[in-house]
C-alpha cells in the first residue's frame, strides 16, 4: 500500500481502537473514551497529580497531525513520549524532560509572558507512582481544560474532551501498570466557529488545565451518581442512587443521622434505586444556609456528602424559597482570579474572597457567569448562603444550525447538572446569554431547557434574554424564548450602551407575561482611581452615577424579583483596548483588579430592596 494509504488505514485503526476503550460514551460531539462522570469527586479516595506539569507548545500541532495534516497513528504521536536521549539512533523532535513546565491548575495565559495572547496546542506530561490493588478501578479525573483536550496514558491516547469547563473522567484501570505511568495532554484553546462558546466572547480564552487533575480510586462496584432532594411540597426527601459496576443488585442505606434517618431500599438490575420518605428538615436559606451530612452506603462503596433541603418555584411575579417569596439582590462574578495575576480562578481560597465580596455588597445570590465555576466556587457558595445562578457558555452567535454543536452544548449542559444537582444554593439552570433571535436558535434553546427540566424538574430555568424598544422610552422583553423559561431574565445598559444615566429617570419597563423580573445584567465601566464628572466616561463617578439612576429604574419595577449587575469586579477581555484606562481590562467591576472598592460598590451595597428583602 501507498504511505498514505498504510495512514489511512492506521488512522481508522486509531479511531476504532478508541472507541473500544471501556466505559467509552460517544455523546455526539466529537469527545470519545470519557467515563459517565463521578458525582461528589471530593467525596471519594483521590490522589492529586496538581503541581508543576512538564509542557511546550506546539503551534502547528506536529505532535498529532503528520506534514499532510493527517492523524498519525497512535505510536508517532507526542503520546508515545519517545526519548531521543535513550536511543540516538532513532529520530526524535521533542523531549518531555527537559521541557519547561507549568502548574495545574491553572491558565498558561498568566504563567508565562510569552503565553499571555497564546491560541493553540500545548502538551503537558504528569508522571506517577502507583501500585493497582486487586479488585479495585482507577480513573483520571480532570476538573476542567479550556477547551480540548486530548489525554494519553502510558503511551496511548484514550481520551477526548470538548469544553472548558466541565469536569471528565476516564477510566484508566487497564492503562496503568505498576511502578511509574505518565499521562500526556494535548490541551488546545484554539477558538472555534462550532465551539461553545463559538469565537467572540467578552471574557480571556485562558487555556490550559485550568483545574485540578486527581487518580480516583473506586471499588469494583461503587455508586457513581445520586440525586437527594427535598419534595415540592417539603414534606418529603426523595430521590434516587445509581451504582457503576458489576455487582448492580445491592441493599443501599440512606443515613442522614441529624434527622435519625436511615432509610434501606435495593437497586435494581441496572444498579439504579430511588426512594422517598417523610422528613422535616431544617431548610436551606441565605439566612440558615443548613447543610446536613449524608451517607449513602451500598455494600461495596460508601460516599458522604453534605446537603441542603430547601424549594424552588414562582408564583406569578414572584420567586418563592421555600415557599417564601425572596428578592435575589446578586452580583455577576467571572470565574477569574480576585487579585493578581487575575488568571482562571481555580482554588476555594479564590472563591471566599470572590463571594466574600458578594457577601459584604449584602447579595444573597450570585450569577456565576457565562459557564460552569469551578465547584470549589458553588459549594463555597452554598455554605455561606449565597444562590447560584449556573449557566453553559452559549453565548452570542453559536452554530445553532450545526448538530454537533447542540451535541457539545447538551453534553456540557448534563455535565454541569450532574455536577451540580445536589447543591441546595442552585436555583437557577442557565441555556445562554444574549443570543441573536431566529428559529433555529429558538430550537437549539428549547431542547436544551427541556433537556435540563428532564434531568432535574426541581429548580428554574432560564436565559439571559435581550430587551426591546417600544418606543424610545418604553421598554420590553418580547422575546419568545419567554414561553420556555421559568422568569423574564435579560441583560439592559440604560446608562451606558443605551443612552446617559438620565434616561433612567424616563424609562418605563412593559412585560407580556406574568413571571417573574430578573435583570441579569446592567451596569457601566470606570477606572478605580480615575475621578470627574458623573458624565464623564470611565470616572468613578459616572459609574456611581449611572448605579444611582438605575436603582431609582429597577425600584419602579413591580414585578422584579432578582438582579444580578456586571459585574463584582474587572476581568480580562480581548475587546477592551483603551490605554490607560481598560488595558485588557472589562472595567464594568465594582472591585478593580486589585480588590479596590469603586464609588458604585458603596452605592449597590446601602441599596435595599424596599418590601422585598
Ligand atoms: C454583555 C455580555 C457580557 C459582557 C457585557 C459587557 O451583556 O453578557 O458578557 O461582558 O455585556 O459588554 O461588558
Redesign the pocket.
Known amino acids: 500500500m501507498k504511505r498514505t494509504g498504510i495512514r489511512a488505514f492506521f488512522s481508522i485503526v486509531l479511531v476504532f481502537n478508541l472507541f473500544l476503550v471501556r466505559g467509552q460514551e460517544a455523546y455526539g460531539d466529537g469527545c470519545f473514551g470519557l467515563y459517565p462522570q463521578i458525582q461528589n469527586i471530593g467525596g471519594r479516595q483521590t490522589t492529586s497529580l496538581d503541581g508543576s506539569w512538564k509542557m511546550f507548545v506546539d503551534q502547528y500541532e506536529t505532535g498529532y497531525y503528520d506534514y499532510r495534516r493527517n492523524p498519525m497513528p497512535d505510536g508517532s504521536t507526542f503520546f508515545a513520549d519517545r526519548s531521543f536521549h535513550s536511543d540516538r539512533t532513532v529520530l526524535v523532535e521533542y523531549d518531555f524532560d527537559t521541557a519547561g513546565e507549568l502548574e495545574v491548575p491553572g491558565d498558561w495565559n498568566t504563567q508565562k509572558p510569552q503565553l499571555y495572547l497564546y491560541e493553540g496546542t500545548i502538551w503537558y506530561r504528569q508522571k506517577f507512582d502507583v501500585t493497582p490493588k486487586p479488585g479495585r478501578r482507577t480513573f483520571l479525573y480532570f476538573g476542567a481544560a479550556n477547551y480540548e483536550a486530548v489525554v494519553g496514558v502510558n503511551g496511548h491516547a484514550v481520551a477526548k474532551h470538548l469544553g472548558g469547563y466541565t469536569p471528565f473522567n476516564i477510566e484508566v484501570t487497564d492503562r496503568i501498570h505498576e511502578g511509574s505511568n505518565a499521562v500526556i495532554v494535548k490541551v488546545d484553546n484554539k477558538r472555534m466557529f462550532e465551539g461553545v462558546p463559538t469565537v467572540n466572547?467578552?471574557?480571556w480564552n485562558y487555556g490550559g488545565i485550568t483545574r485540578s487533575v486527581l487518580l480516583v480510586d473506586m471499588p469494583m462496584t461503587f455508586v457513581r451518581e445520586y440525586n437527594i432532594q427535598l419534595s415540592k411540597d417539603r414534606k418529603r426527601i426523595c430521590g434516587w442512587v445509581q451504582l457503576d459496576g458489576e455487582q448492580l443488585s445491592q441493599k443501599i442505606t440512606l443515613n442522614i443521622d441529624e434527622l435519625r434517618i436511615h432509610k434501606t431500599v435495593s437497586t435494581d438490575s441496572n444498579g439504579r434505586a430511588e426512594f422517598e420518605f417523610a422528613a422535616k428538615p431544617t431548610l436551606w436559606s441565605p439566612a440558615n444556609p443548613k447543610l446536613y451530612d449524608v451517607t449513602v452506603a451500598a455494600e461495596t462503596d460508601t460516599v458522604s456528602d453534605r446537603i441542603g433541603f430547601r424549594t424552588i418555584e414562582t408564583q406569578g411575579t414572584k420567586i418563592l424559597l421555600n415557599g417564601e417569596s425572596i428578592f435575589c439582590k446578586g452580583i455577576s462574578i467571572h470565574e477569574e482570579m480576585p487579585y493578581a495575576p487575575s488568571g482562571r480562578a481555580y482554588s476555594e481560597e479564590h472563591a471566599r474572597t470572590l463571594l466574600g465580596w458578594a457577601k459584604e455588597l449584602g447579595c444573597n445570590f450570585v450569577r456565576l457567569?457565562?459557564y460552569p465555576h469551578n465547584e470549589a466556587m458553588v459549594r463555597t457558595a452554598e455554605e455561606m448562603g449565597l444562590m447560584v445562578w449556573d449557566e453553559i457558555p452559549v453565548?452570542?452567535t453559536i452554530q445553532w444550525d450545526n448538530p454537533t454543536t447542540y451535541m457539545n452544548a447538551e453534553h456540557q449542559l448534563t455535565d454541569m447538572i450532574i455536577r451540580d444537582r445536589n447543591r441546595a444554593n442552585v436555583v437557577i439552570w442557565s441555556v445562554s446569554?444574549?443570543t441573536p433571535r431566529g428559529p433555529a436558535r429558538l430550537e437549539f434553546l428549547r431542547k436544551l431547557i427541556a433537556k435540563a427540566r428532564e434531568l432535574d424538574d426541581t429548580r428554574l430555568v432560564s436565559s439571559?434574554m435581550e430587551k426591546s424598544n417600544i418606543d424610545a422610552t418604553t421598554l420590553t422583553v418580547d422575546d419568545e424564548l419567554m414561553q420556555y423559561t421559568d422568569i423574564i431574565s435579560f441583560?439592559q445598559?440604560v446608562g451606558?450602551?443605551d443612552g446617559n444615566s438620565d434616561k433612567c429617570d424616563r424609562v418605563r419597563w412593559t412585560f407580556p407575561v406574568d413571571k417573574p423580573v430578573f435583570i441579569?445584567?446592567l451596569?457601566g465601566?470606570a477606572k478605580y482611581g480615575l475621578h470627574g464628572d458623573s458624565n464623564e466616561r470611565f470616572t468613578e463617578e459616572y459609574q456611581d452615577y449611572l448605579y444611582k439612576k438605575n436603582i431609582g429604574m429597577l425600584d419602579r419595577i413591580d414585578a422584579l424579583a432578582g438582579v444580578t449587575p456586571?459585574?463584582l469586579k474587572d476581568?480580562r477581555?480581548p475587546?477592551r483596548f483603551l490605554p490607560g484606562i481598560q488595558d485588557d481590562f472589562?472595567r464594568?467591576g465594582l472591585l478593580s483588579e486589585n480588590g479596590e472598592r469603586k464609588m458604585a460598590f458603596f452605592t449597590y451595597r446601602n441599596w435595599h430592596r424596599a418590601g422585598l428583602d
Open positions: 466572547s467578552d471574557w457567569a457565562h453565548y452570542w446569554n444574549e439571559a441583560n445598559y451606558w450602551y441579569t445584567e451596569g465601566g456586571w459585574i476581568f477581555s475587546r472589562n464594568k
